[in-house]
């Protein structure tokens, strides 16, 4: 009797788990500019080529149409690395660094991140690219 009850709650359970799941949705650069992202809450995946970086944005500009720029913020950092940042670097001031070396490098990335709406920047989640023939990643 047991048996029974526990085989629909683990079906219960399973399906709410895959409720929440938002698989990532790669998209061209026209495509996210062209408003994909108006709708808040969705993963989306866009390749580019850094024309800015700053501690809290990255700006992407379109490999065919360098005109066309998207601009990512990244997720704010917490009072941790502000003080690390006295004593030395800390992680946003070197992906800084890094994302400006691939502008002048001329390496693009991608960088993965969730929708806010109509208006308001993707927030970053990760920016990967390829380096000596390994892939990179700054996670978020």
Same mark, same amino acid.
Request: net charge positive; proline share 4%.
């Given at each position: @009797? &047991? @048996? *029974? =009850?526990?085989?629909?709650?683990a079906v219960l359970l399973g399906g709410c788990a895959s409720a929440n799941y938002r698989p990532v949705q790669e998209v +061209?650069?026209?495509?996210? *500019? +062209? /408003?994909?992202?108006?709708? /808040? /809450? &969705?993963?989306v995946a866009v390749s580019g080529q850094v024309s800015k970086a700053y501690q809290n944005t990255v700006v992407l500009s379109d490999a065919v149409d360098p005109? &066309?720029?998207?601009?990512?913020?990244?997720? &704010?950092? /917490? =009072?941790g690395s502000k003080v690390r940042g006295w004593f030395g670097t800390n992680r946003y001031e070197l992906t800084q660094q890094r994302l400006n070396e691939l502008s002048t490098q001329g390496t693009p990335v991608m960088i993965r991140a969730e929708c806010q709406g109509k208006g308001v920047a993707a927030v970053a989640e990760s920016i990967s690219y390829d380096q000596d023939g390994r892939r990179v990643a700054i996670e978020y």
């Amino acid at each position: @009797m &047991r @048996m *029974t =009850a526990i085989l629909p709650a683990a079906v219960l359970l399973g399906g709410c788990a895959s409720a929440n799941y938002r698989p990532v949705q790669e998209v +061209s650069f026209q495509q996210f *500019t +062209s /408003g994909v992202c108006d709708n /808040g /809450g &969705r993963q989306v995946a866009v390749s580019g080529q850094v024309s800015k970086a700053y501690q809290n944005t990255v700006v992407l500009s379109d490999a065919v149409d360098p005109q &066309r720029t998207a601009a990512f913020t990244l997720k &704010r950092p /917490g =009072a941790g690395s502000k003080v690390r940042g006295w004593f030395g670097t800390n992680r946003y001031e070197l992906t800084q660094q890094r994302l400006n070396e691939l502008s002048t490098q001329g390496t693009p990335v991608m960088i993965r991140a969730e929708c806010q709406g109509k208006g308001v920047a993707a927030v970053a989640e990760s920016i990967s690219y390829d380096q000596d023939g390994r892939r990179v990643a700054i996670e978020y």
